[in-house]
Structures are given as C-alpha cells and as structure tokens.
C-alpha cells in the first residue's frame, strides 16, 4: 500500500510517503527483493488540487514531459532494527543508475567496497602498532641503559674527588 498514492507538491514543499508491504511468508533466500515502486512527476498549474487533475495528466501522448523514477525495496535484516536512522540510510542508501532507476546492487557494492576498505585499513594500522612495539623493545625502551648510567656516575665521582685533591693540596712557595 502506497499512502497518498497521488498528490500535489508546490514548490518547496515536501510529502512523506508511506510504503507498507504485505508480510511474506518467507523472505528470499537471497534477499533480493523484486517489487519497485514508479514515482511519476510532472509540472501542473499552480495552486492545483489533486481532484482538479484531469485523468491523462501523467500519460506521454499528449506530449507532457513526465518524470519517472524507478525504486527498488531493500530488505534489512530483523536484528538490525535496533540500528540507529542513519545506520539503517546509510546501510540501504541507493544509487541512481544512467537509466534512471535506483539500484541496490551498486549501492550493496559500493558498502561492501568502503567495508573492505576499512578492514584493510586496519589491518594495515596493526601492523604498523606491531612494528613500532617491536622496535621499542629492540632499541631497549628509547632511554639510557642502566650500565651506561652507572658508568657516567663513576667517572663523574672520580673526576670530582680529582679535582678536590688537586685544588685542596698545598702550594709550596
């Protein structure tokens, strides 16, 4: 069912469209959905009403520029109805085809491409995470050793206990 299944849009003005399908009794095996809606637009007189329209106003003999576009239902699966709005557009977003239809298979493709994308991504950042953690523990934690610690303190004691006995010890004159 399609509420309104007709109606008139002025400019700048905006229309919600319910679409309700029937419940089947057993989805696709491959989820594919087969059903598409025809959404038909063309200009009318302004200030019109849906009753003033005459019959043929969306037929092509008379020589009327009709618009159509062509959508196609995308399933989601019943666990992700818990997503958020933007998951769910995100997820069923479509894409317009040269032809004039929207088509979910470019759409399903072209997430399933950024999906790869961004598994790839990071798989590459754990690797580069591995290698600097490798190099960390190689190069002994960044800083001094204790050893060379040790052996500046020991040279700085002698040097210091030199230079008190040269200054302390007596001139003769």
């Not at 961004?118 to 204790?146: C, H, I, Y």
């Amino acid at each position: 069912f399609v509420r309104p299944n007709t109606g008139v849009i002025h400019p700048w003005d905006s229309c919600v469209i319910r679409v309700t399908l029937q419940a089947q009794r057993e989805y696709p095996p491959d989820m594919q959905c087969r059903d598409k809606f025809l959404l038909q637009s063309t200009a009318v007189p302004a200030n019109s009403e849906v009753e003033d329209l005459p019959q043929d106003t969306f037929t092509k003999d008379n020589g009327r520029v009709i618009e159509e576009c062509k959508l196609r239902v995308v399933y989601a699966s019943p666990n992700s109805a818990h997503a958020s709005g933007e998951d769910i557009y995100s997820a069923a977003r479509t894409s317009l085809n040269g032809n004039g239809t929207f088509s979910s298979d470019d759409a399903l493709k072209r997430v399933k491409e950024e999906r790869d994308a961004a598994v790839r991504q990071t798989q590459q950042l754990q690797q580069e995470l591995e290698m600097l953690k490798k190099r960390r523990l190689q190069s002994g934690g960044g800083g001094f050793s204790f050893t060379f610690v040790l052996l500046v303190a020991v040279i700085g004691i002698v040097l210091g206990f030199l230079s008190k006995l040269l200054l302390s010890s007596p001139t003769s004159a």
